[in-house]
């Protein structure tokens, strides 16, 4: 983001906040810049960012992003300039009741790496809300095993998965168990480069046996985004060290990334090879019966912060066809309607849905056609479009036939009997039995299981 889109923002909320507000919370902000995915905003105190990010965090998020979808996320850095920033810590910490919600970034006189806190744990990311469905059943599973806290079964934990797909909500549920159920251990989540930047920091001030010592002090360790630190060659090589330490230690260690370790470029291959050691699950794009779940359960918590507001379940089957994209932008779209209604006044219909979200649906309605999804499987299993969608019966044009179905019907709104017409006019119960059919071999059968992946992620891209 520029800061020219960032000063129209702020306009924007000077306008809509009222002058008050505005002034409390949102002219102290200063934006640095955009690195990585990630807005960073100064904030003069602990409880300023603290506030901001609770009470405004989600719809600047949105704003920014609707600027410039690069965004992923804000962080809220508080430059404090006296000597005891701690005491301010622990004052913003009580005045708020909550835990620390911001990451300290001294300036350089008291630049000591002088405590472990990570990055502060979102409220909202806890095994509670979390919504599992077939794409993430083993990761959440992995995830509670490692957050029970018993003996370290396998180390690393890593998982993957495009983004807001929620590797940082899990990351952040296993801190929040393991705070409950074992108090005493010391748990860090922090991502990757905060990881660089405590690094970097600690070198310039000569503090790296602190540093070290600090690091190999913790119970868990949990790196989020790893893969920015990809060709970071002496962070990697720190890193590494780390890493070992811990795992002599018998600690848990938990890292995410983007991709699998082996697709991370620029990535030392004795980490690599360290990475892929322990446990590594992936987290797939969303399905439709998981973006229906995430929907209806986020619906029911906005539903009570809007009383009277509610969304029919068919709204929510249209949105969970229609947005095929990751949970971040379905929460988005719920986030905006919801706001939207309560504004005008007026109940959510589906006509309000399409008027309020045009933008949203109009990206996933170019997603992907039927046709395209033909060609795509015919050229994968190097048959020809008139045998996929042709009468003979063997299983190497079945099998692509009923993948193909089963994409259809996965990625597009098509119904079952238009599905049908494109594939020779075939019935809407041969369609169906199609898409069951696939369902049931992606469990039983890992190579279907990964054409079904490979395909569908291409055609996602
Ligand atoms: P990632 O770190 O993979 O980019 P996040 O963990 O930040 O993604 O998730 C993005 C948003 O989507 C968060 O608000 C998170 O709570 C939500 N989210 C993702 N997956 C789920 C899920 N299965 N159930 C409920 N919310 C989810
Ligand atoms: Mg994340």
Not at 15 to 36: C, H, K, R
Not at 240 to 263: C, G, M, W, Y
Not at 266 to 293: A, F, K, M, W
Not at 317 to 334: H, K
Request: aromatic share 8%; with cysteine; charged share 25%.
């Amino acid at each position: 983001m520029t800061q020219d889109q960032w000063g129209s923002i702020r306009n924007e909320l000077h306008q809509t906040m009222g002058a008050n507000s505005f002034q409390s919370w949102i002219e102290p902000l200063i934006y640095v810049g955009t690195d990585g995915g990630i807005a960073r905003f100064n904030v003069p105190t602990n409880f300023l960012g603290n506030y901001v990010s609770q009470n405004y965090g989600d719809m600047l998020l949105s704003k920014i992003t609707r600027m410039n979808p690069s965004v992923r996320r804000i962080v809220f850095d508080t430059v404090t300039v006296s000597q005891d920033a701690p005491a301010q810590r622990k004052e913003a910490a009580d005045a708020t009741g909550a835990p620390l919600a911001v990451p300290q970034v001294h300036t350089k006189s008291s630049a000591k790496p002088d405590s472990l806190n990570g990055s502060p744990l979102d409220k909202r990311f806890t095994f509670d809300t979390f919504v599992v469905g077939k794409p993430n059943e083993l990761a959440h599973a992995a995830a509670r095993r490692v957050a029970e806290g018993g003996p370290v079964t396998f180390n690393p934990l890593f998982l993957y998965g495009g983004v807001g797909l929620g590797k940082t909500h899990l990351m952040h549920a296993i801190a929040w168990e393991l705070r409950t159920r074992h108090p005493h251990l010391n748990v860090l989540n922090l991502s990757a480069e905060q990881f660089m930047y405590r690094f970097v920091q600690a070198l310039r001030d000569r503090k790296m046996m602190d540093f070290k010592e600090l690091f190999r002090s913790v119970d868990v360790l949990m790196v989020d985004d790893v893969q920015f630190i990809a060709g970071k060659d002496s962070t990697q090589e720190e890193f590494f060290h780390t890493f070992n330490a811990l795992v002599d230690q018998h600690k848990q260690i938990i890292i995410s990334a983007d991709r699998a370790p082996d697709e991370i470029k620029d990535l030392e291959n004795r980490i690599r090879s360290r990475l892929q050691s322990g446990l590594v699950v992936d987290l797939h794009p969303t399905d439709y019966e998981l973006r229906l779940g995430i929907l209806q359960s986020k619906s029911e918590m906005y539903s009570r912060m809007y009383p009277g507001l509610e969304v029919e379940r068919g709204i929510l089957e249209f949105l969970a066809a229609r947005i095929v994209s990751n949970v971040r932008i379905l929460e988005g779209a719920l986030t905006r309607l919801f706001a939207f209604a309560s504004l005008v006044g007026k109940p959510i219909s589906m006509d309000l849905t399409q008027e309020c979200l045009t933008d949203i649906l109009r990206v996933s309605e170019r997603k992907v056609s039927i046709e395209e999804i033909q060609r795509k499987v015919a050229d994968h299993y190097l048959i020809r479009h008139s045998d996929l969608v042709g009468p003979k019966r063997v299983r190497t044009f079945a099998r692509p036939r009923q993948i193909a179905m089963y994409l259809c019907k996965q990625l597009t709104t098509r119904s079952l009997p238009e599905i049908g017409r494109h594939f020779g006019g075939r019935d809407h119960t041969t369609v169906m039995h199609g898409v069951r059919r696939i369902e049931e071999l992606r469990k039983q059968d890992a190579q279907i299981a990964e054409d079904v992946e490979l395909l569908r992620r291409s055609l996602e891209a």
